[in-house]
Each structure stands twice: as C-alpha cells, then as structure tokens.
C-alpha cells in the first residue's frame, strides 16, 4: 500500500516516553512535555515511566488540558497509560553478583534485569499495571521495582507489549550473541499474541544498528509488527547536556553502591543527544526505509481505549449497623423513602434532639431536616457513620475531643450526634459554610482529636483500619 509523506507522519506517535517519574533516569515535567507534543501536532503520546505509575494523573490532566501553560488555547490530545517495567529471572532473589567490566575489573551488582513496555489497552490491562507496580514495589524491590515472568503470565491479560530498548530482553540477546533469541520472541509471543511487538529505535549508536538489523529479520520470520520508537527522556535537543549531567549522579551512585547490573558507562549509554521528543518528520526519516513501524504506532493508539478518570468518586467506608426491630419499624412508618442507614443517622439525630430538649422547637427541627435532606441528596450517609463510630471509640479509650472544628461547628446533625458540642443556632452558625451541593463533592471534616493525645489516637486508628467493614452500636 502506497501512503502519502502526509498521511506517514499524521500516523506517528510516540509510545516510548519517560518523565521525572523514571527516577534518576529522565528530567520532562509531565505538563511541560505533554504541552510540547500538542505544540508539534501530535493527537496522541504514551507514558512509560521506569517501574512505577506515579506520573499518570499528571499526565492525563495534561493531555485533557485545553489550555497550555502559556494561557493558549489547544486541544486535547489522546493519552496512552503505560511503564517500562524491570523485568528479572526472580524477584525474590535479592543478592549481589559479581561481574567484570570491559577492563576486567571485578564489581559487585544486583542482578541482571531486562527491561519491557507494557501499555493498557483498556480497564483490565491498567488494573493489571497497577497490580504488577504494586507487587513490583512492595515484593520485588531491589535497588528498582521488578516484575518476574510469573508475574507477567498471571498479569498479562489487557495489555499490549514491545520488546523495548537495548536493554530490552532480545536486544540483549542479540548483542551478546546468544543462541536462545528466537525462544525469547516465540515466548512473548505466545503469551501476549497479537499484542506483542518488537521495537526499532535509532539514536545514532552502533549497538542499534547490530541489534535492530537482527530485530527487522526476526519480524519478518516471525511475522511480528515493528514498532518505531523513540526512548525519549528529555524534550528538547537541546536539554542532552542538562541529562548527561542529571544521569551522571545515578551512575556514580551505581559505582558506590552497585545499583546496576549495566557495564556500560554514561558515555555509551547515552553517547548521543538524540533521546529527546523528535517531531513526527524526523521520526519518519529516521524509518524510512522502514514506514510500517511507524504507521504500526497508529494501530497501537487505535487498539488502547483505556480513558484514565479524571474525576474520581468518593469512596466511604462500609460501615455495618444493627438493625433493631425499633428502628425497622419507626423507618417504616414515617419515612420509608429512607435506606437503613440513612433512617439510623436520623432516628439517632432526633433522639439527640430530644435529649437536649429541643424536640418541641420548630427552628431546630426544620435545620434538621434541612441539614438531613441535604447530606442525604449528596450520598454522605457512610461518611457521618463513619464519624459516628470513630468518636464512640474515642470516649470509649478516653481520647479528649474539643468541642469541634471548623466549619463542621455549623452543623445541626453533627451536633445532635454528639460528634460536636456546639449549638449552631445559638451562635448563628451556617451550615452552608460546611456543607452544600453548589460547592461539589468535595469536603472534608477533621474531628477535633486533642494533638496531645498521641497514644489514645493510635489505638483508635489501629482499631479502625483492618476493619474491611465496620460495625456501629450505639
């Protein structure tokens, strides 16, 4: 198929990308390389940061922005959710080895890792990013957080996967002439099908030409789709010398505390200022004797229909309640529109009313239907529960409280709770300050725990946390 120099460039994306996320390894602020991209024409760019996720959020509202930092006026452009992610025989081997440089001098390293793009093509592939950076982090941290094989089996389903940069699992093969390379291909390649492809890089070094050279021959035996990449971990061309300088602190720390399994030194490893964002055109001319990894990264962006949340709902903690025949039966016969809980919050609100004799004051009453509607409209009802059963465990330990905090003091149904001790209508305090729809879902009451109760408060958070739902009495 004949495309058209146009219709070539329209069809790149970048979809090997580092930001400030890759630890030590890249400088582009997430906003200020998104900003670039929209201002070189690209509808689409990936993240792949090192190891972990932490960069996402930044990068979404980024790409979703329609204004750039400048004020402009640009459009949104589509973003693609990735890492690059350590990937080792297994992660619970944690021990130094032994290896000789190219001078013969003996150094001792953590173990040798490869590394792999991995994108999400939908909900499940990011869930299962986020499965893998946890494990990564938290099982398989030494000196970076790594995946094994085992891993990736189990948490493969959802993604798309690329063979990555030299450091990548067959490039090294490759270059050290191995024997088992076409068995590593044939093994992503059962394992992710279709959505497995082999990366083709060129930032002018001589390892690249040796490897890639090998990589094309291999697509083609195996009929597996090249993809047209550019390790980017700067912005601009220009921003080369800032890295060299900001990389040389990781690889002395390497020297020092054998962080690196990699005999390469800074020079080799980024010998040439090349590993920037390149405009669609010099990645065209880059892989013109090559055009179909290039329009290759369009099918890729094609196949991720994975839309990151960018407004997230609020998510309470489950609470249980005991439901007496009492309370059944006084929901069912005057307001049993109600769910239970929201029938528990005001059987207990106006039972709080009535003990401080105020049942009789209609003032008080139509606050407190207002304050009820309003909290209940807005799906509040875990949340006060919440509240509920932490200051019972507080008086239960003795923990002192004051009165109250902030603007939750304007709060009726706090008050006849006995979450606060302030009588908002006696001192004519608003429940708009603390509460209201027109302000967004967004809010925050902190209950007014006494700092120099340290021990207490421990105890109180120790036994609220493992409870997965937690039960009230009152």
């Known amino acids: 198929m004949n495309y058209s120099p146009y219709e070539i460039k329209n069809d790149f994306t970048h979809l090997h990308v580092h930001t400030r996320f890759s630890i030590r390894d890249a400088i582009p602020n997430p906003k200020k390389l998104v900003d670039h991209a929209k201002k070189l024409g690209f509808d689409a760019l990936a993240i792949t940061d090192h190891g972990n996720m932490g960069g996402h959020h930044q990068f979404a509202v980024a790409a979703a922005a329609t204004r750039n930092s400048d004020g402009d006026e640009v459009n949104p452009i589509k973003s693609i959710f990735g890492i690059e992610a350590y990937l080792c025989n297994n992660i619970t081997v944690k021990e130094s080895i032994v290896i000789e440089d190219s001078m013969g001098n003996k150094k001792s390293r953590r173990p040798k890792h490869y590394h792999i793009v991995l994108l999400a093509k939908n909900e499940k592939g990011y869930e299962n990013l986020k499965a893998m950076s946890y494990i990564s982090a938290v099982d398989g941290f030494y000196y970076e957080p790594r995946i094994d094989w085992d891993i990736l089996q189990k948490y493969h389903e959802g993604l798309i996967c690329s063979s990555a940069c030299l450091a990548g699992e067959i490039a090294h093969s490759i270059l050290n002439t191995n024997n088992n390379t076409k068995d590593i291909i044939d093994k992503y390649k059962q394992l992710f099908k279709d959505d497995f492809y082999l990366e083709v890089q060129w930032h002018q070094m001589e390892e690249e030409t040796k490897a890639y050279s090998e990589i094309m021959n291999l697509s083609k035996e195996f009929n597996i789709p090249l993809l047209a990449t550019n390790d980017v971990h700067y912005i601009t061309q220009s921003d080369a010398v800032i890295h060299d300088q900001f990389v040389a602190m990781k690889f002395k720390r390497d020297e020092e505390q054998g962080g690196s399994s990699d005999t390469r030194n800074l020079s080799s490893a980024y010998k040439k200022p090349e590993f920037y964002l390149k405009t669609a055109d010099e990645m065209v001319n880059n892989f013109s004797d090559n055009i179909s990894a290039i329009i290759n990264t369009r099918e890729v962006v094609e196949k991720c229909e994975f839309n990151y949340p960018l407004e997230h709902p609020i998510i309470w903690p489950a609470c249980e ?115 209201n729809p027109g302000r967004g879902i967004g809010f925050n009451h902190n209950l007014p725990i006494m700092e120099n109760n340290t021990k207490p408060k421990a105890d109180v958070v120790k036994t609220i946390q493992p409870m997965e739902t937690a039960k009230i009495e009152i």
């Open 321 to 435: 309640i005991n439901i007496d025949n009492e309370l059944s039966e006084w929901r069912n016969k005057y307001f049993p529109e109600l769910s239970m809980k929201q029938a528990f919050l005001l059987y207990k609100s106006m039972g709080g009313l009535k003990k401080l004799g105020l049942s009789k004051n209609k003032d008080y009453i139509d606050r407190l239907k207002y304050e009820w509607n309003i909290i209940f409209d807005m799906g509040y009802e875990e949340y006060f529960i919440t509240q509920l059963m932490v200051v019972n465990i507080c008086n239960e330990k003795n923990v002192l409280m004051g009165p109250a905090r902030g603007s939750a003091a304007g709060s009726l149904a706090l008050y006849t709770l006995g979450i606060t001790k302030i009588d908002p209508l006696k001192f004519g305090l608003i429940f708009e300050r603390f509460l």
